[in-house]
């Protein structure tokens, strides 16, 4: 899988795959702990919201990690853990690699352009990956993130609604 391998740097912003950051994983698990606020996690699937203590935190790590690709958001200048970054990887004969993100960022980082500077970056290393496709989902009550969407050039697509939640495309190839 490709996007376990992913990696990139912005100008305020360090994302890689959550192992391969110097963080330890006690640090790694409070950390986890401190993003996925009963607030951040209100639009998340039903089992994954609420209040995390570090041993769920640790459990939701390595349940997802099971299936996906998880990426660590670190500020650039603090090196501290703001953000998390969820990737599926699917690839399509007719269509080519498609990846589907999902992202959460602490309630601190909020209202800094931190999520539409974590998008651009990452739609950055998709082309380098010749990535085809990059689809996410956002609650349609979650004005904030369709807008990171739609500043980075994603568009909605039509019919693909599910359970309240837009799906935003961006076709890279």
């Known amino acids: 899988m490709i996007c376990r391998s992913s990696s990139f740097i912005t100008d305020r912003l360090v994302v890689g795959e959550w192992r391969s950051l110097s963080v330890s994983d006690k ?3 409070n950390a986890i702990a401190a993003i996925l606020t009963p607030t951040v996690t209100q639009s998340l699937p039903e089992d994954w919201r609420g209040e ?3 041993h769920r935190a640790a459990r939701w790590l390595e349940n997802i990690d099971q299936e996906a690709a998880i990426l660590l958001v670190l500020d650039r200048s603090s090196e501290n853990p ?3 970054m969820i990737l ?7 269509s080519g690699r498609i990846v589907r993100i999902g992202y959460m960022l602490a309630e ?3 209202g800094n352009g931190y999520a539409t500077e974590l998008l651009q970056g990452f739609v950055s290393w998709c082309k380098k990956m010749e990535i085809a496709s990059v ?3 956002v609650e ?6 369709q807008r990171v969407m739609e500043k980075n050039g994603f568009g909605i697509l039509p019919n693909e609604q599910s359970h309240g939640e837009l799906l935003y495309e961006l076709r890279l190839q």
């Open 52 to 54: 995390y203590s570090v």
């Open 88 to 94: 599926f990887e699917s690839v399509e004969e007719r």
């Open 27 to 29: 640090d790694m698990f």
């Open 108 to 110: 601190s980082s909020w």
């Open 135 to 137: 689809i996410g989902g």
């Open 82 to 84: 703001i953000g998390l």
């Open 140 to 145: 349609r009550d979650n004005v904030a993130s």
